[in-house]
C-alpha cells in the first residue's frame, strides 16, 4: 500500500471504510508531517491537533461498533484555510486589527464537512485581506513555496496550497475572488476547482463575501478524482446563504469525451507566458485529442479589456472597497500607510496598501466602469454559447512557474488569467502539468460552462492521468 502522505483522499476514505487503517492512524500520520514540514513552509497557522485526536479516537470507536454505511469523508483529514470560519478556531482573514479573534461557529461548508465525517487538522494562512496572491501578513507572517522557499506559494490560499503539496494534509478548502484557489494549486503543483459561481456557500467567510457568485469556496487536493466527493458534499442551498443557488450537477463519469469539444488560449492578453507553459498547454490538447475530443478554434476579444473587466464588475458588486475591509469595517487612509510602510510604522502589508490606494482611483472612472459592466456580461454570454454542455477551455493558469518573493509585483496583471472567471462564473479546475526547466510545478486551468463543474472535472483527470498530477514535496 502506497504512504498515506501519497495516497489521495478518496483512497484514504476507501481504506478507512474497509477497517484496512484506522482513523487515528491516519489524523497522527498527517500531524507528524504536518509538525515536521510547518516550520519550514509556516503554512497552518492555527492547528487543532488536540481536537483532532478525540475525534479520531471517537471515529475509530464507531468504526468497532457498527458496520452501516459511513459518510463519504469519514475519517479523512483536511485542513481550511483561516478565512473561513471553524468554530474556536483563528479567523482574523489575515487582517492586522482581527488579531486575536476566534470564530464562534462554523461556516455553513464546514458544518457539511464535519457532518460527513472529515476531521479538520487546522487553520492555513492567506495575505492580508485576501486580495494578492503572495500569503503574507502581519499576523502570521509569510507562507513559504515547499518546492523552493525563496519562490511564493501564491494566495490568496497559499497556506492550504503549500501544506496539501507537501503532504500534510489530504485535502483542503479555500476560497477565490481572482484566482486564490487556482495561483497557489499551479505554484505548488496540486489540484484546485473554482467552483461556478454561487453554487457553494461562503457564509461564515472573513472579510465577508459580499460581491455575490465572483467569490467561491472551493476544494483543493492531491487528485482530480477528490475534487467531486468533497465539492458535493459543501455545495448546495443554505438558508443562511441568500447567495447560493441550485444547479443540477453532472457526473464526470458520465462525461462522453470523445464527443468533448476543446477550445485552447495559450496566450492570454496583458499576460506573457512562457514557452514552456504553452509547451506543455499543447500537451494537455493532445491528451484530450487521444481520448477523441475535436479542437477548435476561439476568438474572444473582449478578453483585451479582462482586467479592467474583473475591476468594474468586482467594485459594483462590493459592498465595502478595500480600505475599509482592511481596517475590519473602519476605513484607513491607504495614502498615509504608505508613507508610513517605508519606516515600518505600518501595520499593514505593502501589496495590500497598493490595492487600497488604486481602488480609490479606479472608482471615479464611473463612466468607463458601466462600459467595462456591460462588457463583461456580453463576454459571460458568449463563452456561455460556446462551451454549453459539452466543451472546455483550455487555460494558462499563470505566465510562469511560481515567481520568487515580491517578484509577482514586477508583472502585477499576471493574475488576469484566472480573475476574469471569477466575473463571468465559470467553474475551473487547476491540474498539474509537471516541471518548468527551474524545478518548480506548472499548471493548466480547464475551463467549462457555469454549471457544468463535471465537465471540466472529468478533463482535467485524463489530463492528469497522461501527466502524472501531483508529486509530493520533500520539503
Known amino acids: 500500500m502506497n504512504s498515506l502522505l501519497d495516497m489521495s483522499a478518496m483512497q484514504i476514505a476507501s481504506a478507512i471504510q474497509t477497517r484496512t487503517i484506522s482513523v487515528?492512524?491516519?489524523?497522527?500520520?498527517?500531524?507528524?508531517?504536518?509538525?515536521?514540514?510547518?516550520?519550514?513552509?509556516?503554512?497552518?497557522?492555527?492547528?487543532?491537533?488536540?481536537?483532532?485526536?478525540?475525534?479520531?479516537?471517537?471515529?475509530?470507536?464507531?468504526?468497532?461498533?457498527?458496520?452501516?454505511p459511513l459518510p463519504s469523508l469519514f475519517g479523512v483529514p483536511c485542513t481550511i484555510k483561516e478565512f473561513i470560519a471553524v468554530k474556536g478556531q483563528s479567523h482574523t482573514g489575515g487582517?492586522?486589527?482581527?488579531?486575536?479573534?476566534?470564530?464562534?461557529?462554523?461556516?455553513?461548508?464546514?458544518?457539511?464537512l464535519k457532518d460527513a465525517g472529515a476531521i479538520i487538522l487546522g487553520s492555513t494562512n492567506g495575505p492580508e485581506g485576501g486580495l494578492w496572491m503572495e500569503t503574507y501578513n502581519t499576523v502570521y507572517g509569510r507562507t513559504e513555496n515547499p518546492w523552493n522557499p525563496k519562490h511564493t506559494a501564491g494566495g490568496s490560499s497559499g497556506g492550504e496550497g503549500a501544506i496539501l503539496s507537501a503532504g500534510g494534509s489530504a485535502f483542503g478548502i479555500g476560497s477565490d475572488v481572482g484566482g486564490s484557489i487556482r495561483i497557489p494549486a499551479a505554484f505548488c503543483g496540486i489540484v484546485g476547482h473554482k467552483p461556478t459561481g454561487a453554487l457553494v456557500p461562503t457564509m461564515g467567510h472573513q472579510p465577508p463575501g459580499h460581491v455575490g457568485a465572483s467569490l467561491v469556496a472551493g476544494p483543493m487536493a492531491r487528485r482530480v478524482e477528490d475534487i467531486w466527493p468533497i465539492l458535493t458534499t459543501i455545495a448546495?442551498?443554505?438558508?443562511?446563504?441568500?447567495?447560493?443557488?441550485?444547479?443540477?450537477?453532472?457526473?464526470?463519469?458520465?462525461?462522453?469525451?470523445?464527443?468533448?469539444?476543446?477550445?485552447?488560449?495559450?496566450?492570454?492578453?496583458?499576460?506573457?507566458?512562457?514557452?514552456?507553459?504553452?509547451?506543455?498547454?499543447?500537451k494537455a490538447v493532445d491528451a484530450l485529442a487521444a481520448r477523441g475530443a475535436t479542437l477548435l478554434p476561439l476568438r474572444l476579444p473582449a478578453l483585451n479589456h479582462a482586467i479592467e473587466i474583473w475591476s468594474a464588475s468586482l467594485q459594483e458588486a462590493e459592498q465595502n472597497t478595500y480600505d475599509v475591509i482592511l481596517g475590519d469595517g473602519q476605513r484607513i487612509s491607504a495614502g498615509w500607510e504608505l508613507l508610513k510602510w517605508p519606516f515600518t510604522q505600518s501595520p499593514y502589508t505593502f501589496p495590500a496598501l497598493v490595492v487600497a490606494f488604486g481602488?480609490?482611483?479606479a472608482g471615479l472612472l464611473k463612466k468607463r466602469s458601466a462600459k467595462m459592466v456591460e462588457l463583461g456580461h456580453q463576454l459571460r454570454q458568449e463563452l456561455a454559447d460556446h462551451l454549453r454542455d459539452d466543451a472546455v477551455l483550455l487555460y494558462p493558469s499563470y505566465t510562469r512557474a511560481a515567481p520568487r518573493h515580491h517578484h509577482a509585483l514586477l508583472t502585477p496583471t499576471d493574475w488576469v488569467c484566472t480573475a476574469i472567471f471569477n466575473i463571468l462564473h465559470n467553474p475551473v479546475t487547476q491540474v498539474p502539468l509537471g516541471f518548468a526547466?527551474?524545478?518548480?510545478?506548472?499548471?493548466?486551468?480547464?475551463?467549462?460552462?457555469?454549471g457544468m463543474d463535471h465537465v471540466c472535472v472529468a478533463a482535467a483527470q485524463v489530463i492528469e492521468e497522461a501527466h502524472g498530477g501531483w508529486t509530493r514535496s520533500m520539503t
Open 24 to 68: 487515528t492512524e491516519v489524523v497522527e500520520t498527517h500531524i507528524r508531517r504536518i509538525e515536521e514540514v510547518n516550520d519550514k513552509l509556516n503554512a497552518v497557522i492555527d492547528p487543532r491537533f488536540e481536537q483532532a485526536r478525540k475525534e479520531a479516537l471517537a471515529a475509530d470507536a464507531h468504526l468497532a461498533s457498527t458496520s452501516d
Open 95 to 112: 487582517l492586522a486589527a482581527r488579531k486575536g479573534i476566534k470564530a464562534t461557529e462554523d461556516a455553513v461548508l464546514v458544518q457539511r
Open 236 to 282: 448546495g442551498p443554505s438558508p443562511r446563504d441568500p447567495h447560493v443557488q441550485a444547479f443540477s450537477l453532472g457526473d464526470p463519469k458520465a462525461v462522453d469525451l470523445s464527443r468533448l469539444r476543446v477550445y485552447s488560449i495559450d496566450r492570454p492578453p496583458w499576460a506573457t507566458t512562457r514557452s514552456y507553459v504553452r509547451e506543455t498547454q499543447a
Open 359 to 361: 481602488e480609490r482611483f
Open 437 to 450: 526547466p527551474n524545478g518548480l510545478p506548472m499548471g493548466l486551468q480547464v475551463v467549462a460552462g457555469p
